[in-house]
């Protein structure tokens, strides 16, 4: 029998003050410098990103949306981190940084990175990337290489799909600067009035609802042909817009601005309004980036430079063209042969239909034993989302509760609920209204609940609500029986097939006890302290990490085997970090694997002898969380939805869980090992912050592809289990 008592595992209600001696234990002994700067980590890993973008062994519309990806990455990090980070400069709340460096030379590292970045990203395009695709019959095009019969059939579309949605506007003295919206995609044009001589400036925007790359007309091939980039078809019918003018000069820019979200809880009585007010007001943040194509000339850039109260810092010229999350739409082209191979996701076989009526019992499945699911080798819809939809018909269940973060709009998870509580159950919704950009998506889908009946209410004022966690209350032979659902990722299907995430499925009545604590502290005013299988931020999860930590430790100095494995999507948090460097230091062998940020460092002699960090990137994005402890032999193992960052442990709501059946646990550290071993591909982590891409054995052959190898044994797993 596994002890899941959190409160027996080291775990529990200990004296705080011999915890923090504990923690702090050790301290004086690391180094000073001992992080690598977040922000500069994150270019990092978009610098692995577009690393991908430049693979020649990738497949080639692959890389074309590894472009696309990198791309959106760099414009979310501008409006949001370094919005974040020079509103704190402004404002005279920047305080140094982990690395002990001023915010004024953190910015002016970010601008060195992200100028040769986006520099590289752009070359990645033009010398490898397009030369590609024009080779396997996609042809990306300038006006000048067209026919004279090509111009002629993109003049009459210019004239029947742009030129009536265009809006051109003129700068003069009846006419101010106009408004120039954050990613927008404009023209800087420069006429001259033909019969005063007088030069003029407009700013006309690209419409962002046409397609941006206009497939040119010829002969019908599948997932061939030529396109032209929207703005070059509006460039060149600039005439039919200003008749009578003469045109000097045009060129494309980009502006990026703030658009991270403030919103004081403590005083707003209405959270809703409140960030309706806040998003409309997103719009109109300062900017922080402008791109412009780097021959544009000099008067028109000093012009844009002074409207728009731009620095230099803040320039980025590039070849064009601009806006490459274009790609995206490229990336979708039906060339089987140019993506990765199609992978189906498996039905997990727990959840196999029964052979007589065609359907699953998931009740049934649940009560035989936990169940485990791995997204996207393992179906969402066929696990998730037929739950919910079986419970939201089942007359004998009596309550649904779910927490929702990020969902589709089309969201089969936000019917079920609809659904059941039209069927008289009692349901209750968590919409994080607060999830960054998706803010006006959530509020519509909670007016649409509360409008169905749903109880939905927004969870606690100064906190984030991230955990994923699904309830179901059922009635069984008169006795109330709960079952509950506990994952990695969002309830979102569309992501889902994209995402890599683990979800837990159980009947255990202490995590069921536990989740009925938490939802009533959620939605009411109850304050519970005590959990025994689940470890809950922002009031436990640090703490019981560390613990968790320090026993490992205190483990290898008493010569017992230690070992701790981490993934995740971001190791930032300092106190997590030095605790994993006094393990480390102890002898305990840590293994760290993480997508994104890494503020950890593994080149301090006698710190961090012991610590071996991995990334790895690919088809699917790594979104699942592990912890796992070797516990001197009794394996503990969690999966949940905290990142060690400072906002995840410390202003959100996170939830893990303890995995307990001996199978579940072998698989995760399974599926760890083999992302660490020398044999995988991914990127390893050197001195000074630097990551190393290691795809080739020293015979030259390619490493092993976790993600392929992982579909695999999924699909032989599933097999094995259906026969038996």
Same mark, same amino acid.
């Given at each position: ?9 080291? !775990? ?19 180094? #000073? ?6 922000? !500069? ?33 760099? #414009? ?13 400069? =402004? ?15 953190? &910015? ?32 990306? =095009?300038?006006? #000048?290489? &067209? ?114 979200? =403030? ?134 269940? &009596? ?19 609809? #659904? ?216 503990? =193992? ?87």
């Amino acid at each position: 029998m596994i002890d899941t008592d959190v409160s027996d595992s080291g !775990l529990g209600d200990a004296d705080d003050d011999d915890f923090d001696e504990m923690v702090e234990e050790g301290d004086a002994q690391l180094p #000073d410098h001992r992080y690598t700067d977040r922000e !500069l980590s994150w270019l990092a890993f978009n610098q692995r990103v577009l690393e991908l973008a430049e693979d020649p062994t990738v497949p080639l519309l692959e890389r074309t949306n590894f472009l696309a990806i990198f791309a959106s990455n760099l #414009d979310e990090f501008f409006m949001v981190r370094v919005a974040g980070l020079k509103r704190r400069i =402004v404002t005279g709340l920047a305080v140094p940084t982990n690395i002990g460096a001023a915010p004024q030379e953190v &910015l002016a590292d970010i601008s060195e990175a992200a100028h040769t970045l986006q520099l590289r990203h752009a070359r990645a395009w033009l010398d490898s990337v397009q030369p590609a695709l024009t080779d396997a019959g996609i042809e990306v =095009v300038r006006w #000048d290489e &067209l026919s004279e019969d090509e111009r002629s059939a993109m003049y009459d579309y210019f004239q029947a799909q742009v030129f009536p949605v265009l809006m051109p506007l003129a700068v003069d003295p009846a006419h101010p600067f106009p408004y120039i919206s954050g990613l927008s995609l404009n023209l800087a044009i420069r006429i001259r009035n033909a019969k005063t001589g007088r030069q003029e400036f407009a700013r006309l925007k690209v419409p962002p609802m046409l397609p941006r790359f206009v497939e040119l007309p010829g002969k019908s091939v599948k997932g061939r042909g030529r396109y032209l980039p929207l703005e070059q078809l509006i460039a060149h019918h600039l005439g039919d817009l200003f008749p009578g003018m003469e045109i000097l000069e045009h060129h494309t820019f980009r502006l990026t601005r703030n658009e991270d979200v =403030v919103i004081e809880e403590d005083e707003t009585e209405n959270l809703i309004q409140a960030l309706e007010a806040e998003l409309l007001r997103r719009r109109f943040g300062p900017p922080i980036r402008l791109e412009v194509t780097e021959e544009m000339d000099d008067v028109t850039l000093a012009l844009l430079i002074e409207e728009l109260d731009i620095t230099e810092q803040e320039l980025y010229r590039l070849p064009g063209p601009l806006d490459m999350r274009g790609l995206f739409d490229l990336s979708r082209i039906d060339r089987p042969e140019l993506h990765y191979p199609a992978h189906v996701p498996v039905t997990a076989a727990a959840f196999l239909p029964a052979e007589q009526n065609g359907r699953a019992d998931f009740f049934s499945a649940i009560r035989k034993a936990d169940v485990l699911v791995h997204h996207p080798y393992e179906s969402f819809t066929t696990s998730v989302v037929a739950f919910l939809e079986q419970a939201a018909r089942d007359p004998h269940v &009596l309550a649904i509760k779910q927490t929702l973060y990020r969902t589709s709009g089309d969201s089969p998870i936000v019917q079920a609920l609809i #659904d059941a509580a039209e069927r008289g159950k009692q349901v209750l919704a968590l919409v994080e209204v607060k999830a960054r950009f998706d803010e006006a998506a959530n509020i519509v889908w909670a007016r649409k609940l509360e409008k169905a009946g749903v109880h939905v209410v927004y969870g606690l004022v100064g906190l984030k609500t991230h955990c994923k966690l699904l309830h179901v209350i059922r009635e069984e032979d008169g006795m109330l029986r709960s079952y509950s659902h506990l994952g990695t990722g969002n309830y979102n299907p569309k992501t889902s097939r994209l995402y890599e995430d683990f979800g837990l499925f159980t009947c255990d009545e202490q995590v069921g006890r536990d989740l009925t604590r938490l939802f009533n502290e959620l939605s009411g005013y109850a304050i519970e302290k005590k959990f025994k299988r689940l470890l809950v931020a922002p009031l436990h999860l640090r703490k019981g990490l560390l613990r968790l930590i320090d026993k490992e430790r205190r483990n290898a100095i008493e010569g017992k085997p230690a070992h701790i494995r981490i993934k995740v999507n971001s190791m930032v948090d300092e106190q997590i970090i030095d605790a994993l460097y006094r393990a480390s230091e102890a002898g305990v062998r840590v293994d760290v694997w993480v997508r994104g940020i890494c503020a950890l460092r593994t080149d301090l002699p006698g710190v961090t002898d012991n610590i071996t960090v991995r990334s790895i990137l690919g088809r699917y994005l790594e979104h699942s969380r592990i912890f796992a402890f070797h516990n001197d032999g009794d394996p503990q =193992v969690y999966i949940g939805s905290a990142d060690m960052m400072h906002r995840n442990l410390d202003r959100r709501v996170e939830a893990l869980v303890r995995v307990v059946a001996p199978a579940h646990t072998t698989e995760l550290v399974e599926l760890f090992d083999l992302a660490m071993s020398d044999e995988t591909s991914s990127w390893h982590l050197e001195s000074a912050g630097e990551w190393v891409r290691h795809s080739l054995g020293d015979d030259g052959k390619p490493l092993i592809d976790l993600q392929e190898r992982t579909m695999t044994q999924v699909q032989r797993r599933r097999r094995a289990r259906a026969v038996r």
